[in-house]
Nanobody
Framework: QVEVAESGGGSVQAGGSLRVSCRAS????????MAWFRQAPGKEREGVAT???????SYADSVKDRFVISRDYAKNTVYLQMNSLKPEDTAMYYC?????????????????????WGQGTQVTVSS
């Protein structure tokens, strides 16, 4: 059984940086697709970034060149480094995992493709 849990959210001023983490328990090797989604109040959940294989990544246009998804296999942890944060980045950020690469090849990623979800971590960006 795979479980994922996010941490590292918080409050930051616009232009600042924050890193959120997703620690996975159970097997989540290179054949897994790992993703970050976010959901702002009153809005639908949207895919932010995905990673599969050794380092194959994709990003939503709204975060491209500002966010970086990375993975430490030794720690079984996925990170989302968020730079140049904007108030519109304020949302609950969720980690998701799928035991195949397929979901990572869909653009944008689709929530229903992911089997495992964390509880989320809040990121708030003030202007």
């Amino acid at each position: 059984q795979v479980e994922v849990a996010e941490s590292g959210g918080g409050s930051v001023q616009a232009g600042g940086s924050l890193r959120v983490s997703c620690r996975a328990s159970g097997y989540t090797g290179t054949n897994y697709c790992m993703a970050w989604f976010r959901q702002a109040p009153g809005k639908e959940r949207e895919g932010v970034a995905t990673m599969h294989g050794v380092a194959i990544t994709s990003y939503a246009d709204s975060v491209k060149d500002r966010f970086v998804i990375s993975r430490d296999y030794a720690k079984n942890t996925v990170y989302l480094q968020m730079n140049s944060l904007k108030p519109e980045d304020t949302a609950m950020y969720y980690c998701a995992a799928s035991p195949s690469w397929g979901p990572c090849k869909r653009d944008p990623p689709k929530q229903s493709d992911f089997s495992y979800w964390g509880q989320g971590t809040q990121v708030t960006v003030s202007s």
